[in-house]
Structure formats: structure tokens, C-alpha cells
């Protein structure tokens, strides 16, 4: 590799700076003795302490990975089978339609998104609460599952499957016991991505959410309003830890996926 | 071996384990399988060959049900499969592609059949290491796939599809990728486990010394079209076609007009200023009919002298010579420029022998070393 120029060098440091220099200061002030947000008084961590015992917060924290965990697992299932409906059902009537429906809600604004969801619920009379934030994630997540899937599926060989059958299976164990343990680091980081992307959404979740149910990020957004406090900062700091095992996880599982199809795909054609 | 006395193709009540009835398959506008019509019987070890992109593996996959016969019907001891689906059928199939199970051990690739018909533990693994001791791969067994070699891959998709021991195997390619003595061994172990156990055996191979050597019969393919079923002596000694001469072993073709004399015998002018050659056909031939003689190398002699009393001789310069080890091939080129191949075994050492580049020799041979084909 050619050294950097300090051209490039600054650009770098100049663009992480202005992207992660935020989130430090924020991670910095949750250690602050001080209440005082801007005064540095010394490292404690009495905030996360103090903010283990607010229950106000701890409820909202446990909505929120309740919905995370239901809304992924949902979005998983039902990605995956848009997925492989996506690239197994050669041609047929509405296929361009159909596709393009399910990549829409990638592109479209949370807040159309969350409005629409809205008025259904409404309409059908749905009462709002941790259900509907559920059905309303769920339908955003399964569009980022069923990307990540099918561009898994395109490239697996279909004989395989055939083997499976061929030696016995019904096709519903082909799946289970072939097709499924191969894509699997493809669904697993779908369902990170998803669960990621359900625990730090705002927007869909305050139009569907009602005064039953709470999400963290909702909680946040309403205290901060109030003035921020430490408390909040310790809060957003584990937010942001979880977050990053997320998406650094999904990543690394795609990327060792990658590179195990990329050996099984020069294996195949040595064989 | 047991060609002598195993013949169901030749006895008009035998029923076949297989039936193609005008099958036909289409891709899209693209025809595949050509309205073809073929019988194979029980225990029968069946061959197809042809060239690369003939439907040899599209006829293996309608047998195991991965695709549907756009016309005809296909039947199986008597029934039509065409609504059986591939899990259903007694059919297990050895893939071209191999379609090893990458996330599974060779161990467990190989139980995977066996595990689907619950047996039970025991039997399973008796089962596995039979196959693994039969393909060689015992030290392997815990190895995945792609932590093998291409020919030992090969070795576990051929365990994969035995291990079920099916009525019916199709073998998709099973012993390309490996080395000589290896496949040897191995299309022994294939003749074995057939005659052990009565398996009827469909195999494509592109090896037709294979194909001779396993096959009760072979068939020569050609864009989706049978060109001739028969057993490999036949196809070899009586090929029906210039095509699958040519396709089976060496051969030379000499085009020219026949004129009938006699019973069955044929005078044949192929070329200005040479004699006429003569050659015995069964098949009818008008006068002055367009054929083509066909004659195996190794039916044609090399002579410093002109032969007597041989029924064709023509006289040549050598051309070139190949040197087989156990074998030569002599390219004789005579007046006209025409190029024809005489073998001979080679029982001398090769500084001792009879004739050299640029040599002139006779070629000659009987009247029934030929063949004489119309097209
Ligand atoms: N799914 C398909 N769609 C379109 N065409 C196909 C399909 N499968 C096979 N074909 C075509 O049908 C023809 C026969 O294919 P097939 O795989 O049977 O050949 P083959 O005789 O097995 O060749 P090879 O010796 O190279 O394996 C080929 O021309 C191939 O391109
Ligand atoms: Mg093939």
C-alpha cells in the first residue's frame, strides 16, 4: 500500500472527527461528576448508577428491546421468504411490481412510512402500544432483511437443494437441513440489522407508539426537551454500545460468509 | 462376462425398467431432448455418450425429476413418473457439479440419505463406513469439502448416491477427475456392486474406453438425438453412421461410389486413377450411390512390399508416425493427399523398426474390415 499524501490524511481525520467527535464528547460528559453538562468535574459513573434506579427509563429500555427482539425475529421470517419468492420464482405476472414494492420502504421518508401505519391502525381500530410499534418495525426491517437474503440466495446453487431432495428430503427439510444452515450468516445479519434499526428508530415509533408503551428513543427525545441531563448521556452511551456490537457483528458474520463462499464457490470450480 | 447371456434388450417380452416414449424437452425455444425413444432394463449398466451440450445430463434430470418432459412420457417399471416428485422417486443421482453439502463433513454428506429413511444408528454407520472404505476416503471423513481435493470430492459425491444402494443410479460423470488407476479400480468396484446387488446403472462418461469397458450398452448421442444404442462391441465394429464412428475410437473414412458385384460384395471408386477398393456390406447400396468406407486403424497393415493376395491395397509415403508406448500409429499419405492411419503393436523396440518418415509403403486389408455406411 502507497502512504497517504497529508492531503488525504486531513480529509480523514477532518471527516471521522466531524462524524464521531459528537458521540466522544457525549461519552465523555456520561462519566462527568458534575451535573452540570458542560462543567468537567471529575470521572464518576454515579449516572449510571442513578440511572439503573429510574424506573421511568428502565420501563421504556425494556419496551424497546421487547419490540426489537419481537419486531426483527417477524422481519426476519417474512423477509426471507419475500427473499426467496424474490429469486427462486423464475418469471411470473407482477415479479418486476412486486419487487420493486418491497425495496420501496428502503427509500421512502420515515415520516410517510409512520403516518401510514398511523391511519391504518387507526382505521382498523388497533389500539397503540408495543403491538403496533412491533407491526410497524417489522414492516420497515423485513425490505433491509429480504436485501441482505436475496443477495445471498442469487449466488446459491440450487442442485444442492436438488441433492436434497434427491436423496430424500421433502423440500421442507431441504430447506431446513440445506438451504437454511447455508445462508445462514445472511439471515442472522439481517436480523441484527433489523434489531438495530428497530432499537434507535424515532420517528416510525412515535407515530405508532401510544401512552401504554414507551420507547427508549422516545424517552430520550422528550427528556432532552426538559434539558439534558448526565442521566441521558449514560443512557445514550450504552445505546450507542449496543448499537455498535450490532452492526460491527453483522458485518463481520456477512464478511466471514463472504469469504466462505468465496472458497467453496474456487473449490467448486477446481472440483 | 456375463454380455454372452444378459440380453433383455433382444428378447421382445422383456419388460424395461425404463421407457422414454417420444420424449421431447424444450428450453424456452431451445430443443434439448429430441423426440427420443429408448428402453433400459434391470440391471442393465447403461452408457451415454456424446459431445459436450447434448442432453446427456438433461435426460439424467428428468430420470431423478428436476425437470419435466415438455412432451412424451417417461416411465418407471411400468408407471409414468412425470407426478412423482424427486424425493419420491428409487432414484438416486450423482451430480456433474458433484452438489457436495459444503456445511457438512464427507461423514455426514455420505449419511445424508441414509439418515432420511430412519435406519437406525448402527446400520447408518456401518452403512458410511462401507462407502468410505470403498471410495478410499476413511482418513477424510472429517474433513469438509472444500478442505479436499477435487477427485476425492468426486469420490464422496459417487459414495453420496451409492450409499442408498437405489434401484436405479444415475451416474453424472463419475470418474473424470480421477487418475487413471484410481478410475480403473474404481469402474471395477461399479461392475461389482452391480452384479452384487442388481442396481441398473445409467452413467455419462466422456471416456468411451469406459464406456467399453463398464457399459452392457452404449448410447451415442447427438443434439438431443440417439444416434445408436447397442452393446460396445457393436458400436465399435458396426457403428451405424459416420458420425458415431468417428465419435467411437479412430477411424478412417473413405468417401467414394459404390457399385454392387456379387452377393453382398461392393467395388468402390474413391479416387482418380487409383483401383477400385472392394468391401462386403449387409446394407444395400444402389449403383453409384454416395458412401463412405469406414476402417479402424488397427485393421489396416503396413507392408514394405505389396500383399499378394489382399483384397485392398494402396500405396503411400509415411507422413507422420506417433509412438503410443505399446502402439504406433503410421499417418500414410498417398497419391491424392489424403491422409490414412494404420496401427500397429509395437513387439520391437522402437530402433528396430520397419519403416520411417518418408518411407513409401502398401496399406492393405480384407474386404470385411470395413464398414460401409451411407451417411
Ligand atoms: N435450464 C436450462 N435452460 C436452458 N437451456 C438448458 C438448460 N439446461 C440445459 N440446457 C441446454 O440443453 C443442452 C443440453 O444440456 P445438458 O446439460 O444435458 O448437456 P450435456 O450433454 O450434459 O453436456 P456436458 O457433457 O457438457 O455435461 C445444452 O445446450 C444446454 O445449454
Ligand atoms: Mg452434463
Redo the contacts between chains.
Keep these: 500500500m502507497s502512504r497517504m499524501s497529508w492531503f488525504n490524511t486531513v480529509s480523514l481525520t477532518l471527516g471521522f472527527a466531524f462524524l464521531y467527535i459528537p458521540m466522544l464528547i457525549l461519552i465523555v460528559y456520561s462519566f462527568n461528576e458534575s451535573k452540570l453538562v458542560t462543567v468537567w468535574a471529575g470521572f464518576s459513573t454515579k449516572w449510571y448508577g442513578e440511572l439503573f434506579q429510574n424506573d421511568a427509563f428502565l420501563n421504556a429500555a425494556w419496551v424497546t428491546l421487547k419490540v426489537a427482539v419481537m419486531s426483527s425475529t417477524l422481519a426476519t421470517i417474512l423477509g426471507t421468504m419475500a427473499a426467496l419468492v424474490l429469486v427462486r420464482a423464475g418469471r411470473f405476472m407482477g415479479r418486476t411490481l412486486f419487487s420493486g414494492m418491497i425495496y420501496a420502504p428502503l427509500v421512502m421518508p420515515e415520516v410517510i412510512t409512520g403516518l401510514s401505519l398511523l391511519l391504518l391502525f387507526i382505521g382498523i381500530g388497533l389500539d397503540r402500544g408495543v403491538m403496533t410499534i412491533v407491526l410497524a418495525h417489522t414492516t420497515f426491517a423485513m425490505c433491509y432483511v429480504s436485501v441482505v437474503v436475496s443477495s445471498r440466495l442469487v449466488t446459491f446453487?440450487r442442485?444442492?437443494e436438488?441433492?436434497?431432495?434427491?436423496?430424500?428430503?421433502?423440500?421442507a427439510?431441504a430447506f431446513r437441513?440445506?438451504t437454511l444452515?447455508?445462508i445462514a450468516p445472511a439471515v442472522i445479519s439481517g436480523w441484527l440489522l433489523a434489531f438495530t434499526l428497530s432499537l434507535d428508530d424515532l420517528v416510525i415509533a412515535s407515530f405508532t407508539s401510544g401512552p401504554a408503551a414507551t420507547t427508549l428513543p422516545i424517552k430520550i427525545f422528550s427528556a432532552v426537551r426538559l434539558g439534558v441531563s448526565p442521566e441521558i448521556n449514560a443512557l445514550s452511551t450504552i445505546m450507542i454500545g449496543i448499537v455498535t456490537v450490532g452492526v460491527i457483528s453483522a458485518s463481520l458474520i456477512s464478511k466471514q460468509a463472504l469469504v466462505?463462499q468465496k472458497?467453496?464457490e474456487q473449490?467448486?470450480a477446481?472440483? | 462376462m456375463q454380455s454372452s447371456t444378459f440380453a433383455p434388450w433382444e428378447d421382445p417380452d422383456a419388460k424395461p425398467l425404463i421407457r422414454f416414449k417420444n420424449v421431447t424437452k424444450r428450453f424456452g425455444e431451445f430443443t434439448a431432448i429430441d423426440n427420443l425413444t429408448l428402453d433400459i432394463f434391470e440391471r442393465e449398466f447403461f452408457a451415454l455418450l456424446g459431445p459436450s451440450g447434448c442432453g446427456k445430463t438433461t435426460m439424467m434430470r428428468m430420470l431423478?425429476?428436476?425437470e419435466t418432459a415438455t412432451e412424451g412420457v417417461i416411465e418407471l417399471a411400468g408407471q409414468d413418473i412425470a407426478p412423482v416428485?424427486?424425493?419420491k422417486r428409487a432414484?438416486?443421482?450423482m451430480?456433474q457439479?458433484?452438489?457436495?453439502?459444503?456445511?457438512l463433513s464427507v461423514w455426514d454428506n455420505i449419511a445424508?440419505?441414509l439418515r432420511?429413511?430412519s435406519k437406525s444408528k448402527d446400520e447408518i454407520k456401518a452403512r458410511v463406513e462401507e462407502m468410505l472404505r470403498l471410495v478410499r476416503l476413511e482418513k477424510f471423513a472429517h474433513r469438509k469439502?472444500?478442505q479436499i481435493s477435487?477427485g476425492q470430492?468426486?469420490r464422496v459425491a459417487l459414495a453420496?448416491s451409492l450409499a442408498?444402494a437405489p434401484k436405479l443410479l444415475l451416474l453424472d460423470e463419475p470418474l473424470g477427475?480421477l487418475d487413471k488407476k484410481l478410475r480403473q479400480d474404481t469402474q471395477f468396484e461399479l461392475m461389482d456392486i452391480q452384479e452384487k446387488t442388481g442396481t441398473t446403472f445409467v452413467i455419462v462418461t466422456h471416456d468411451q474406453e469406459e464406456a467399453m469397458t463398464v457399459a452392457s450398452r452404449v448410447a451415442v448421442m447427438d443434439q438431443g438425438q440417439l444416434m445408436q444404442v447397442a452393446t460396445p462391441d457393436r458400436i465399435y465394429e458396426t457403428p451405424n453412421s459416420v458420425y458415431v464412428a468417428d465419435f467411437i475410437g479412430d477411424v478412417n473414412i473413405i468417401e467414394g461410389r459404390a457399385t454392387p458385384e456379387g452377393e453382398d460384395g461392393y467395388h468402390i471408386d474413391w479416387a482418380e486413377g487409383q483401383p477400385a477398393l472392394t468391401a462386403k456390406s449387409s446394407a444395400k447400396f444402389d449403383k453409384g450411390q454416395k458412401c463412405h468406407l469406414a476402417i479402424r486403424p488397427e485393421k489396416v497393415a503396413i507392408s514394405a512390399e505389396r500383399p499378394a493376395d489382399a483384397a485392398n491395397a494402396v500405396q503411400g509415403r509415411v507422413h507422420d508416425i506417433a509412438y503410443l508406448g505399446n502402439l504406433s500409429t503410421y499417418y500414410v499419405e498417398l497419391a491424392d493427399g489424403s491422409i490414412i492411419k494404420a496401427q500397429t503393436s509395437n513387439t520391437r523396440r522402437i530402433s528396430r523398426r520397419s519403416f520411417t518418415w518418408e518411407d513409401t509403403v502398401w496399406l492393405s486389408w480384407t474386404a470385411t474390415a470395413g464398414v460401409l455406411l451411407a451417411n
Excluded: T
Design positions: 446453487d442442485s444442492l436438488e441433492a436434497a431432495l434427491d436423496l430424500g428430503c421433502s423440500p427439510e437441513l440445506v444452515p447455508i466462505r472458497r467453496d473449490a467448486a477446481r472440483g | 431423478a425429476g428436476f416428485p424427486p424425493n432414484v438416486n443421482m451430480f457439479s458433484y452438489a457436495l453439502f459444503p456445511h445424508f440419505g432420511r429413511d469439502p472444500h477435487g470430492r468426486q453420496r442408498k477427475a
